[in-house]
């Protein structure tokens, strides 16, 4: 069965970093685009960040403050959060699409989801 597995998240004073994991599951992730994205309550989902081969690209409000990675192994991708804001509050989720970054946002395979709350 293929499935992303997502780690990471939690309560963190603004300022503060996490790093969220996805993690592959029965398959790897050599010709997958994996998208972030996140949900606020009350807001659209939103995309944060996509790793394509060498490729990256980040949403304009986390630039300079995220980072997308994956391991060598290219079973998991990280997205590593720093200098966290209280508007970077909402469920993440990960995405992974053989078609690219773009359509990451209709994938159909997703992680369960992890709440980040900046809050102090």
């Known amino acids: 069965q293929l499935q992303l597995v997502q780690s990471g998240g939690g309560l963190v004073q603004p300022g503060g970093s996490l790093r969220l994991s996805c993690a592959a599951s029965?398959?790897?992730?050599?010709?997958?685009?994996i998208g972030w994205f996140r949900q606020a309550p009350g807001r659209e989902r939103e995309a944060v960040s996509c790793?394509?081969?060498?490729?990256?690209n980040y949403a304009d409000s986390v630039k300079g403050r995220f980072t997308i990675s994956r391991d060598n192994a290219k079973t998991t991708v990280y997205l590593q959060m720093n200098s966290l804001k209280s508007e970077d509050t909402g469920v993440y989720y990960c995405?992974?699409?053989?078609?690219?970054?773009?359509?990451?946002?209709?994938?159909?395979?997703w992680g369960q989801g992890t709440q980040v709350t900046v809050s102090s």
């Open positions: 029965g398959f790897t992730l050599d010709y997958f685009a």
């Open positions: 995405a992974a699409s053989n078609l690219g970054c773009p359509a990451t946002t209709a994938a159909r395979l």
């Open positions: 790793i394509s081969g060498g490729s990256t």
